[in-house]
């Protein structure tokens, strides 16, 4: 992820519709909450039940770079219902290495804090620019390796699961990126019986094509759109039209100087759009760019989103 939204890949459409916070509000008033509910009424002079709200998810990522700043014991979970503790590096022999984590030291509290929280962290793996270890990582010589070593560290750090971030070399290697994915749900299914692990992977237009993300959507929870640059629209319209249920995709939201949204409105229209459209929620990346840390007007929208604030 990381660099990602640096490249420029994905096309810039225009915004549509862009909502501030009072009309997420009364967007959401209107709906009947967060999963677009709309209470109870009549029908044939009876009372009809009140549908369930939706549960939406707010993803983030948690970057070993930014712990030392805003350590776990300081981290606010509230805006977030999944945590990408960022990141570890795959190796072109099937190992890990500590990479942007910086140090394996960051992770027991990271976690701790999270699951005090009641929220789920998981475990990154690769980021942008680390797309020639994964495809030497996960040929057939080394992937069982690979698979091994990622459960094996979600296992021993008490994760809730893992994130596949292979961004370069996906099409020259669709058949180990899918057998790659495919086998990390396996091997959690395997080592966690009758628990269910989140597995995600991070996809966008310009390196992961929708055919072979459509291959991989089977086997995970979310395809993270890495739309930092646009409105996302045209990533979802792509995505969708590959055959990947909406409900698997995550919409990305770059909140850094100079990415798409830097606003409080934009990031409103994006959690209206995920939430009309049938996604799974939104990404962020990441809240080392939030100003203020915990007040940032833009956390407005993600908690309205997750009904943590009313």
């Known amino acids: 992820m990381r660099l990602a939204p640096l490249l420029g ?19 959401l008033a209107g ?34 770079w930014i712990q030392g700043s805003i350590p776990p014991d300081r981290f606010d979970f509230s805006p977030w219902t999944v945590i990408s503790d960022f990141g570890l590096w795959p190796t072109g022999t099937g190992g890990i ?8 030291s960051h992770i027991p509290p990271a976690v701790r804090y999270a699951h005090k929280a009641g929220r789920t962290i998981i475990m990154a793996v690769g980021e942008q620019g680390l797309g020639p270890a994964f495809a030497a ?32 070399q996906v099409p020259q290697n669709e058949a180990n990126y899918v057998a790659l994915v495919s086998g990390v749900r396996a091997a ?31 086997y995970v929870d979310s395809l993270n759109l890495e739309t930092f640059q646009d409105n996302g629209m045209s990533s979802v319209a792509a995505y969708t039209a590959a055959g990947i249920p909406a409900s698997r995709l995550l919409l990305g939201i770059g909140i850094a100087p100079g990415y798409y949204d830097t606003t409080e409105a ?27 840390y915990r ?4 956390l407005i929208p993600l908690r309205l989103m997750i009904n943590t604030e009313r």
């Open 97 to 104: 290495a500590v990479g942007d984590m910086g140090t394996l």
């Open 137 to 168: 990582g996960a040929t057939p010589q080394y992937r069982t390796a690979l698979i091994n070593n990622i459960v094996g560290y979600v296992s021993k750090y008490n994760f809730d699961g893992a994130d596949i971030d292979w961004e370069e």
């Open 295 to 298: 007040t940032d007007p833009r």
């Open 9 to 27: 890949k994905t096309r810039r459409v225009r915004t549509a519709g862009a909502l501030g916070a009072a009309a997420a509000v009364a967007l």
């Open 266 to 292: 934009s990031v409103s229209a994006k959690v209206r759009y995920a939430e009309s459209h049938g996604l799974r929620g939104t990404l962020l990346w990441q809240p080392g760019d939030l100003r203020p």
């Open 188 to 218: 959690l299914d395997r080592a966690f019986p009758g628990r269910h692990m989140y597995l995600s992977a991070d996809v966008n237009l310009g390196q992961v094509p929708p055919a072979i993300a459509a291959k991989t959507a089977p």
């Open 31 to 64: 709906c009947g909450g967060p999963g677009g509910g709309t209470g109870t009424g009549t029908q044939g002079g009876s009372p009809s039940a009140a549908p369930s709200p939706r549960t939406y998810e707010s993803f983030t990522s948690y970057p070993g």
